[in-house]
């Protein structure tokens, strides 16, 4: 089956429509399904932890007698001008740009970081010194909360725990935090659609995955094809660890499964040839697998017509039958330790 990417994307727009799928199953206004943003704020409210307070936190200030730069120093400050310069203007650019200096004034001034953080902003980018100044001011209140908290938001739920973080996060850095953690909405979103899936009825593997490159349409927009090329594995396997879509793969007949895990490993960006490497890995565990069970079942009957030294040397005979002298220590292994490899089921795609 030829894969056509636009057909999914037509059924992903058309399933949304019809609202037969749980992808935007996030709160709703009378105006729809709420935006990332929105959502993030909804998160904010539910949290009962308290958030950091920037009253408390001691507000950056340049030592009292100005610090004379290394040649270490004066290396990084070109270095991070160089680096940030172009793209200063993001509030995601101007975290990355504190943690960086934060790492070096840490390992290179120990004693005296925090007070030097606000000379080396304010000669970086003069022009940004204040907003600069205020992130620094954010990302320290924002960091000794991870920390007071960090037993707490370890026992959490991640339900409970996203809506914390994103408390913290509004208290610290307000409307910015939608742009500093924007990547963290998207990716969000799109585990969201994946939650869904379990929670939808009766979509096939293709509807599943129409509702899935729909999430990711829908999170990243122009950038959508370039984020897939990047990740495209790890998109495969987090989309094929659902279960909703193992029970449609577990349903079809090998050829037809065959035929749709290629075309969801197309609809990821794979190229052609990655995607008939693939194709040979999974008539090889296939097999593995055929073979697997077929130990499983006579296995069985060993344990049921031997017992003690008899019913060890008869299942090392058949694990070596099975699997082979090398592959059999493994199984053995496994065995011993109560793994079972071939008594769960399969995940098609990924074993």
């Known amino acids: 089956m030829a894969f056509d990417r636009n057909k999914f994307i037509i059924a992903a727009i058309a399933i949304t429509a019809l609202g037969s799928t749980g992808w935007w199953l996030w709160p709703r206004s009378d105006q729809g399904p709420l935006s990332p943003t929105e959502r993030a704020r909804v998160w904010a409210s539910q949290t009962t932890l308290p958030v950091p307070s920037l009253v408390e936190q001691p507000r950056a200030a340049a030592p009292a007698a100005r610090h004379s730069y290394t040649q270490a120093d004066q290396q990084l400050l070109a ?114 659609a994946l939650v869904s899936l379990n929670e939808s009825q009766g979509l096939s593997v293709n509807e599943q995955l129409a509702t899935y490159l729909g999430a990711i349409e829908a999170a990243y927009g122009d950038q959508a094809q370039d984020f897939l090329q990047s990740r495209q594995t790890e998109l495969t396997g987090h989309f094929l660890s659902v279960d909703a879509v193992q029970d449609q793969l577990h349903a079809l007949s090998n050829e037809e499964r065959a035929a749709a895990l290629s075309d969801i490993r197309s609809a990821m960006g794979m190229s052609p040839e990655a995607v008939s490497r693939w194709s040979a890995l999974d008539q090889q565990r296939d097999e593995s697998w055929r073979q697997g069970q077929s130990y499983m079942q006579a296995r069985a009957q060993v ?35 109560g793994f079972y490899r071939y008594a769960n089921r399969r995940r098609i795609g990924r074993e």
């Open 303 to 337: 344990m049921q017509q031997y017992e003690g030294e008899d019913q060890q040397r008869e299942l090392a005979r058949l694990r070596a039958s099975s699997f082979g002298q090398d592959n059999a220590k493994t199984i053995k292994a496994e065995e011993d330790s």
């Open 79 to 192: 270095e991070l001008r160089q680096r940030f310069a172009p793209v200063l203007q993001y509030k995601h650019a101007q975290i990355k740009l504190i943690e960086q200096l934060l790492s070096y004034l840490k390992e290179k001034h120990p004693d005296r970081w925090r007070a030097l953080a606000a000379q080396f902003l304010a000669d970086l980018f003069p022009e940004l010194a204040e907003a600069l100044l205020a992130k620094f001011d954010g990302l320290m209140a924002f960091n000794g909360w991870l920390e007071t908290h960090r037993d707490q938001l370890r026992s959490m739920s991640a339900e409970e725990r996203r809506s914390a973080l994103w408390a913290a996060r509004y208290a610290t850095f307000g409307e910015d935090a939608n742009e500093i953690w924007a990547i963290d909405l998207k990716n969000q979103q799109i585990r969201d």
